[in-house]
């Protein structure tokens, strides 16, 4: 059973830094994806970046690009989000995200079959 337990969110001001970590267990295949998703109250939870754990490309969506960074630490099985020049819009709950048996990075969030509970992560301006 894949278990995501995500930790490092807090409160920032505006163009500060955070970096958001995703603990992963139970993910026992060779190729797998792991993803940052986020959330507004009231929104559709959208995705911010994603990573492929065999071969480390990555995708990261428009309005993140050149701000976060998505990466992977194959031995501690644990996918970080480095968020940099923060800014209030990107207030949200992030949630890590994974799905199975595949490279293919996606930002459709019903393709990944495992969770986290979320961090939240709030800019003050």
């Known amino acids: 059973q894949v278990q995501l337990v995500e930790s490092g969110g807090g409160l920032v001001q505006t163009g500060g830094s955070l970096r958001l970590s995703c603990a992963a267990s139970?993910?026992?295949?060779?190729?797998?994806?792991v993803s940052w998703f986020r959330q507004v109250p009231g929104k559709e939870r959208e995705f911010v970046a994603g990573i492929s754990w065999s071969d480390g490309s990555t995708y990261h969506a428009d309005s993140v690009k050149g701000r976060f960074a998505i990466s992977r630490d194959n031995a501690k099985n644990t996918v970080f989000l480095q968020m940099n020049s923060l800014k209030p819009e990107d207030t949200a709950n992030y949630y890590c995200?994974?799905?199975?048996?595949?490279?293919?990075?996606?930002?459709?969030?019903?393709?990944?079959?495992?969770w986290g509970q979320g961090t939240q992560v709030t800019v003050s301006s």
């Open positions: 995200a994974s799905k199975s048996s595949t490279n293919l990075i996606s930002s459709l969030k019903s393709s990944y079959d495992a």
């Open positions: 139970g993910l026992t295949w060779r190729r797998f994806v």
